[in-house]
């Protein structure tokens, strides 16, 4: 990387410039990871489906919404992704989607503030845009967050998972209108 590139911290890589237009997300190849320390020692890793999500993009400005599927929590240890289900963390038979959006993103920005629902409850989640990239008409971003949870009604840090989650996010989507 040239000096001139260090010295540009607010640029995201991008191959080309984004089309303006509205996508639909792929929820095939859209994907939720996180990762959350339990009692302070191990690492608990998992994954949730995007389940539905739209993004406009308009004069190099996005906006989107989308939906995860809090249901389809994964960590591989069914135990405890029956627990994250419950009312102490997710409570799914209620809240069986976490919500989130963007508005009025600025594209070369390295990052944005988005809202993410839980349990009915919003907040404001810092995201850093790793990358933005075009080819022909299907879009790849890649985000990250540190999710704080304490605003959010879940049991409490002391009952075992960190206040922080780490989430990173892949978004695949296709141009379903293009703009006029």
């Known amino acids: 990387m ?3 590139e260090q010295n540009q911290p607010d640029q995201v890589a991008s191959s080309t410039a984004v089309p303006s237009g509205t996508y639909a997300v792929d929820v095939q190849e859209s994907e939720v ?3 959350a320390k339990a009692f302070g020692l191990i690492w608990v890793r998992g ?15 996005l906006s989107g919404v989308g939906e995860i599927a809090a249901d389809a929590v994964n960590t591989r240890v069914a135990p405890r992704d029956w627990h994250l289900r419950t009312s102490h963390y997710l409570g799914t038979s209620k809240h069986p989607r976490i919500r989130v959006a963007a508005d009025d993103v600025e594209l070369s920005s390295k990052g944005a503030d ?12 810092p995201v ?45 989507a296709t141009l379903a209108s293009p703009a006029s």
Do not use: Q
């Open 114 to 125: 988005s809202v993410v629902t839980v349990k009915g409850t919003p907040g404001t989640v």
């Open 47 to 61: 994954t949730m489906p995007i389940a539905e999500g739209t993004i406009r993009i308009t004069d190099g400005r």
């Open 33 to 35: 990871r996180f990762r």
């Open 2 to 4: 040239s000096a001139a």
């Open 128 to 172: 850093e845009v790793r990358e933005i990239e075009t080819t022909g008409d299907r879009l790849r971003i890649e985000v990250a967050a540190d999710l704080d949870r304490s605003p959010y009604p879940m049991l409490p840090p002391l009952a075992g998972v960190s206040r922080i989650v780490h989430v990173e996010v892949t978004v695949r």
